[in-house]
């Protein structure tokens, strides 16, 4: 079955520290996988997708085949940068909406 | 240019009443998506209109939800006889294509959301 796990419900960290989100996935093929932001108030919205290897606000993700994994890393966290982070892959085939992992609250501390 | 906005922002109703929520999504985009948020569940596919095609219902959790697409542009979430554990803050999301082309699948932009309250 097609399935994603963060394993931390809450990550706290304080201001200048590194941080990594851990999502693991089990998916058949080859899923596009995404991180995608909630900051309070504001509505979900993409972080960054694998397939652009791309830093975005200083975050990066690493798709490692092997471990089946996709964590989200920056190196100094930011007040600004906490927020619910979500992981979602997409199948490479069938249906293309987004499932959701069950997303981790970042909160940095100053 | 506007983004996807959904309508009502708030909606609190009595078991057992029937409800409509609507999603407007970004002009020119051919696929439309709705998901659930809800506390404990935490983000759940519903539904994905794509173009022309037939709807995938596949995520929708009872007979009692329905959605249609109306010209390919707006969309309608229905839900019939509400209980209670469909209190949740119901999410839609456009996109351009909706499939994987060259670039790979495209982003999907969410609506605000509207949540729901069945008393």
């Known amino acids: 079955a097609q399935r994603v796990t963060q394993p931390e419900k809450l990550l706290s960290v304080f201001k200048g520290a590194p941080v990594e989100l851990k999502c693991n996935y089990s998916y058949s093929g080859s899923p596009e996988l995404f991180w995608y932001v909630q900051y309070s108030r504001q509505r979900l919205q993409l972080l960054l997708r694998h397939i652009s290897r791309e830093s975005i606000k200083g975050f990066t993700a690493d798709l490692n085949k092997g471990e089946t994994s996709f964590h989200l890393k920056k190196p100094f966290a930011q007040e600004e940068d906490s927020a619910m982070y979500y992981c979602a892959p997409v199948p490479d085939t069938g249906r293309r909406a987004l499932t959701f992992g069950s997303g981790t609250r970042l909160q940095v501390q100053p | 240019g506007a983004g996807v906005s959904q309508s009502p922002s708030n909606k609190v109703t009595e078991k057992g009443k029937d409800v409509e929520l609507r999603c407007d999504p970004i002009s020119g985009h051919t696929a439309l998506y709705w998901y659930r948020q809800s506390l404990g569940q935490g983000l759940e596919f519903l539904i994905y209109f794509q173009g022309n095609s037939a709807p995938d219902k596949s995520g929708l959790p009872s007979d009692r939800f329905s959605a249609e697409r109306t010209g390919g542009s707006v969309s309608t979430l229905t839900i019939q006889r509400t209980q209670q554990e469909d209190s949740a803050v119901y999410l839609c999301?456009?996109?351009?294509?909706?499939?994987?082309?060259?670039?790979?699948?495209?982003?999907?932009?969410f609506g605000p959301g509207t949540r729901l309250t069945v008393l």
């Open positions: 999301a456009s996109s351009l294509y909706g499939g994987s082309g060259l670039a790979g699948t495209d982003t999907q932009y």
